[in-house]
Every structure is written in structure tokens, then in C-alpha cells.
């Protein structure tokens, strides 16, 4: 994922040089590999401890609630800000974001489709500090960390328990087995829960291409599906296109600094993903030709 971190501060650079970011505050990298990597003379990076591979049972990213954890406890007083957006590497920034939380103790967050604590009510109950009916869990936010604007004292709060939610969710088969690759959101969304703090939903704060389709009033571009288009620009889910956009592609090594031209039609979203990529790809230096 490094190419993908790269041009994610890439693009974080560009947009906090637009008019409307003075607001804006820094940008940190939390790495949670325990050592230094090639990439820390260039991007601000932190760098916490992964959680041992007994605990993660191969599930990488539940070292990520650790390292966030872990990096309030270690770094986040050294910096000014009060405030932070927890954002990822395959999220593109579009414009700048404005505070979009309401008071000190709502923060904002975008909403997912498939967190739905009410459909597993016997199974979310083991996470919640008091049982609730299933009607009542469609008020738990339907949301991962990521994209979140939250409060440094808000985030405090959170941070452990969804560590330990998180860990409690992998360990249980049941759970594992329900939630598998999102049990870590729903870590995050039981440990707000639990502690009180709701977010406000915010639809236009992410968009996800191939399935939203124009740049509209979105702030963040997340690329986590495939793109794939025949000749004609027609989308083609389920099937591998003749022109196509997939990350995992590209696990492990740099995409290339051309991209195959667009077919006709291809969506204004799509379009932009691959110029924002191809931008960073002939900007940054000791990018691969590949």
C-alpha cells in the first residue's frame, strides 16, 4: 500500500493548498509496523506497535485500533490540534472539508450500508454494555473510524474500548463469522455506542465509484471497488472489464504511469480516480515505470 499512501498525501497536499482549507490542520501518518519505513522523510509518520499475531489470528487490521489507541497515549499531545478526520490510503481528497460536527460531542462520519447491527441482535448484544432490542440497535451508528471528524477527547474516549470490542469480536467464531473483514467497524461503532457519542451521518462525505457516478458535493473519493467497463464505457459489475480500475491489481507493486485511455462514457468519478492516481504517479519522484 505504499503507492496508495503516496498519492493519498499527494492529493491531501493539493487540496489543503485550494482556497477554503485554512482551517486545516496537519497531517500524520500512524504506522503501526514498530519500525521506520522508506516513506518517513516524506510523509509526517508516527510509528506505533502491531498487535502480536495470536491476538490478530492473521486480521491485520485490528492492530488498528491499537495503533490509534496507542498513538493518543504516545504522540497525539505534541500536536496543536484538538480536532482530527481519520482518513486511509485508497481515500482521495476532493476539496476541503468544513467542520461538519455538531458542538464539541457530535462528530461527523459517513454512513455504510452493510453495518447492520439489528439483522445479528443476540450476536451484538455480547458487545454492548446493556442489552437492547433489535429496533432499538437500528440507532447505533452504521459506521467504521474511517472517515470520521471527531474531537482529541472524544476520540479518548472511544479508542480503548474499541480496541478491546474489536479484539472480543475476533476471538468470538460467532461474531467472526458474522462481521468478518468489517468486524473492526463495528468494533468502532459499539465502543461509540457504548460510550454515549453518536455521530452525525453524512452521505456526501465519501463517494465510492464505480457506483456513484458524478463528483457532486463529495469530499472524499474512496476506491475500495473495482471500475470495470467494456469498449463502450458500459459498467460491467461482477464481470472484469475491458478497460478496468482495481487497487488489487496493484497489491505490492506501483501502478504505472499511463493508463489504458478511457472508453466512451466512463463516469465523471472513474475518470477522476485514474487522473488524480496518474498526477501523483508523474510527480513524485522514484515512482516505478512499471
Sequence with gaps: MSSAVRVHYYQWKKVKAMEGSEHMGGFTRILHSGHADKL????????VDPLPPHMTKG?????????????????????PEQYYIMSEPDHLWLRPIPNLMLGEHTPAAFPFFYITPQKTPDITNKFLDKKISAKEMKMIDPIGNS????????LRRIAPAWHNVSLAIKHDA????????????????????NAGIHH????????QPPWDKAISDFYILHYTYGCDYNEKGVFTPGKVGAWRFDKRRFSGRYPPKTYPPFPPKVPELT??????????????????DE
Design 40 to 47: 518517513m522523510d516524506e510523509i509526517p509518520t508516527d510509528v
Design 59 to 79: 486480521f491485520v487490521v485490528l492492530s488498528r485500533p491499537n495503533a490509534i489507541d496507542q498513538w493518543l497515549r504516545t504522540f497525539a499531545d505534541k500536536y
Design 174 to 193: 460467532e461474531a467472526d463469522k458474522a462481521w468478518g473483514w468489517v468486524l473492526e467497524m463495528y468494533g468502532y461503532s459499539f465502543a461509540a455506542w
Design 200 to 207: 452525525k451521518l453524512y452521505p456526501n462525505f465519501m463517494a
Design 147 to 154: 472517515p470520521v471528524m471527531i474531537s482529541k477527547g472524544d
Design 271 to 288: 475518470r477522476k480516480l485514474v487522473d488524480i492516481v496518474m498526477e501523483a504517479a508523474n510527480a513524485l519522484p522514484d515512482w516505478p
